[in-house]
């Protein structure tokens, strides 16, 4: 059973969290248990300092040991000052008040990190993923997971371009996956393409993702919660697809804003916590419905110096394209990793590719605004704008001439009703 608390109109306030939390975490029966937490990196919004504590205050007696596991997926490693801000963690407290509770980081670039838990069969890959994709392919997660007893996966829930919503089990596969299956999923996702996934609860991914998550023997609780503002508008606990679906529903109804029209210009702000173009990149895929055939969504992020700290050397090989590029180039490009493919395919939007006379036609223009040269954006097939040359309020108040501002580029969906 799901314990939860949602509103539309108005956020949660921390007696209604910790209550919420208190009696979800009641009936896992986790006293005495060795509990490990799943927990977003901060490329991921939400009040995780409010949680941590809560956490903390109602489990560190209760519980055996009381850990927690950073899903980066493929993402950089946080060094301790970001996960203390990111945390709430006090000057001081790492070795006092939080001496008992040890903070691990994912490691999918390091092979000791995993143990295969199942393989999905060819014959379940293609009823899974409507015979886009047909494979065997192994599950590996993190193996610190059977080190515990009871694994709380504790993130939000947003609309995504790979999975549909963000959350629930998303935080095993990919968040502490290895390689194959991260690429597996995001390249199936790219074959969907972000238009037909990204705010759809039910996809090709997300089958994959509760059906790897089945070969987890170890007991799961789900802590999916809605994002409004700072706040929490919406925090369910109870069995992990449970959970998330409801935070899903919700979150549908907060995150997706809807327009009468589609735009000819949008401006995307990505925010500090998007500190390279793999994580900004997200302040295209929110906005991408949203844009008319021949428009332009500009990245405005002068902070952005890095096109990806991990994959940058592959991305600036292939550079971005539309998804039938690659498709219709297979034996050139299948060597290279499906989450680097499915990254460029989801940041150039939809298009064609004529082959036979090798013409690429994206839908959009996609252009940057932020610290990464002209000639590096030129070289990988996006559009350059000095960022120095926009001013964001200029860009405000001119949906009736067709140009949309957005201000928090990344999260929130953006849909014209016509698409």
């Given amino acids: 059973?799901?314990?939860?608390?949602?509103?539309?109109?108005?956020?949660?306030?921390?007696?209604?969290?910790?209550?919420?939390?208190?009696?979800?975490?009641?009936?896992?029966?986790?006293?005495?248990?060795?509990?490990?937490?799943?927990?977003?990196?901060?490329?991921?919004?939400?009040?995780?300092?409010?949680?941590?504590?809560?956490?903390?205050?109602?489990?560190?007696?209760?519980?055996?040991?009381?850990?927690?596991?950073?899903?980066?997926?493929?993402?950089?490693?946080?060094?301790?000052?970001?996960?203390?801000?990111h945390l709430g963690i006090m000057p001081g407290e790492r070795g006092g008040k939080y001496a008992s509770v040890?903070?691990?980081?994912?490691?999918?670039?390091?092979?000791?990190?995993?143990?295969?838990?199942?393989?999905?069969?060819?014959?379940?890959?293609?009823?899974?993923?409507?015979?886009?994709?047909?494979?065997?392919?192994?599950?590996?997660?993190?193996?610190?997971?059977?080190?515990?007893?009871?694994?709380?996966?504790?993130?939000?829930?947003?609309?995504?371009?790979?999975?549909?919503?963000?959350?629930?089990?998303?935080?095993?596969?990919?968040?502490?996956?290895?390689?194959?299956?991260?690429?597996?999923?995001?390249?199936?996702?790219?074959?969907?393409?972000?238009?037909?996934?990204?705010?759809?609860?039910?996809?090709?991914?997300?089958?994959?993702?509760?059906?790897?998550?089945?070969?987890?023997?170890r007991a799961t609780t789900g802590c999916s919660f809605v994002v409004k503002d700072s706040g929490l508008a919406g925090l369910y606990v109870g069995p992990v697809y449970e959970a998330w679906q409801a935070a899903a529903d919700l979150s549908a109804q907060l995150h997706i804003i809807y327009f009468d029209r589609s735009f000819e210009r949008i401006l995307s702000v990505a925010p500090p916590m998007y500190d390279d173009l793999w994580t900004g990149a997200k302040a295209m895929y929110k906005v991408e419905p949203a844009i008319a055939d021949g428009g332009e969504v500009i990245i405005y992020a002068p902070h952005i110096t890095e096109v990806s700290y991990t994959h940058g050397r592959l991305i600036d090989q292939i550079g971005y394209h539309v998804r039938d590029y690659f498709v219709k180039q297979w034996d050139r490009f299948r060597d290279f990793p499906g989450g680097v493919l499915a990254h460029s395919t989801h940041l150039k939007g939809l298009g064609t590719f004529d082959a036979g006379r090798g013409i690429e036609s994206p839908r959009i223009q996609v252009t940057l605004a932020t610290g990464i040269p002209e000639e590096r954006c030129r070289r990988i097939d996006l559009g350059y704008r000095d960022p120095n040359t926009i001013n964001p309020e200029e860009w405000a108040n001119r949906e009736d001439e067709g140009i949309l501002l957005v201000r928090k580029g990344g999260e929130m969906l953006y849909r014209a009703r016509l698409q």
């Fill in 1 to 85: 059973m799901v314990i939860g608390v949602g509103h539309r109109e108005r956020l949660l306030t921390e007696d209604e969290v910790r209550d919420a939390l208190a009696r979800g975490l009641a009936s896992a029966e986790l006293s005495d248990k060795r509990v490990l937490v799943i927990i977003p990196d901060s490329t991921r919004s939400g009040p995780m300092p409010l949680l941590f504590r809560l956490l903390f205050d109602l489990l560190n007696t209760e519980a055996a040991a009381l850990d927690y596991l950073i899903a980066l997926g493929t993402h950089p490693a946080m060094n301790d000052n970001a996960i203390d801000r």
């Fill in 102 to 217: 040890r903070i691990f980081q994912h490691r999918w670039d390091l092979p000791h990190t995993f143990r295969t838990v199942g393989v999905i069969s060819r014959g379940d890959m293609e009823v899974l993923t409507g015979g886009l994709l047909v494979d065997d392919v192994p599950v590996m997660l993190n193996r610190i997971i059977f080190d515990y007893d009871h694994i709380l996966i504790c993130g939000p829930v947003f609309p995504h371009e790979i999975a549909g919503f963000s959350g629930g089990h998303k935080y095993l596969v990919p968040g502490i996956a290895s390689a194959e299956i991260i690429n597996f999923t995001h390249w199936l996702g790219a074959l969907v393409t972000s238009m037909n996934t990204i705010g759809v609860r039910d996809t090709p991914v997300r089958a994959i993702i509760e059906r790897a998550a089945q070969f987890v023997d």
